[in-house]
């Protein structure tokens, strides 16, 4: 299996320390790309030119990391880290979709802030570290802490707080929120996350 992942990109995180934590390092052969330079392979696979993507044995592409981590999930070893049925399994897709939407709301602003400063939104900038703050809490509120059996909404809640400390640092997300905080310390140290934390120096 080939995947095509940014080494800064929260959603390819996801997606590694998923595969990682359902036993596919062996079988997983990383593909590092720039998906904004819209390369010939990753186009072959994505029509999207984005990351991650994930190509399986059979030559059969996945794109858009809930639907890579749910195959891995069903397709790799261990306990299932999306519950098959109940309440549990909607509460860990909720949260999931929370977390992914912090992503998205501070990818927006790390490519806004790259913008010429005539070209920004102050207000929208404003509006989605609004939003982020209030994303923070919402986890603080409802995700279970280690050790609770892992899940994947604490893998996509850990990748979203990561990015935000690497690429939003002057963003206090942790003002208001100790016990989340302190819950992100101890799982960032688990081998999956600091395998994949990004370079500080990483662009």
């Known amino acids: ?5 940014s080494v800064t990109s929260p959603y390819a995180r996801k997606v590694l320390v998923t595969a990682m934590e359902k036993g596919f390092c062996g079988r997983l052969v ?11 392979e990753l186009l072959a696979h994505n029509p999207m030119s984005r990351v991650p993507t994930l190509v399986l044995e059979d030559g059969t592409s996945l794109y858009d990391s809930p639907v890579i981590c749910e195959w891995l999930d069903g397709a790799g070893e261990g306990p299932r880290l999306i519950p098959l049925d109940g309440a549990g399994r909607w509460r860990v897709l909720r949260l999931q979709a929370l977390a992914d939407g912090m992503m998205d709301d501070a990818y927006d602003n790390v490519t806004e802030g790259r913008r010429p400063a005539s070209q920004q939104s102050p207000a929208e900038m404003d509006r989605r570290n609004a939003a982020l703050l209030r994303g923070a809490a919402a986890l603080a509120g409802d995700l ?8 994947l909404a604490h893998i996509a809640a850990a990748c979203a707080l990561g990015y935000l400390d690497h690429r939003l640092p002057g963003l206090d997300w942790r003002c208001g929120n100790p ?17 994949t934390k990004p370079d500080a120096g990483a662009g």
Not at 144 to 151: D, R
Not at 179 to 195: C, E, V
């Open 179 to 195: 016990d989340l905080a302190d819950w992100y310390a101890g799982f960032s140290r688990r081998p999956t996350m600091a395998a």
């Open 30 to 40: 990383l593909a590092p790309c720039n998906p904004h330079e819209a390369g010939p």
């Open 144 to 151: 279970a802490p280690v050790p609770s059996p892992v899940t």
């Open 1 to 5: 299996m080939r995947l095509f992942y």
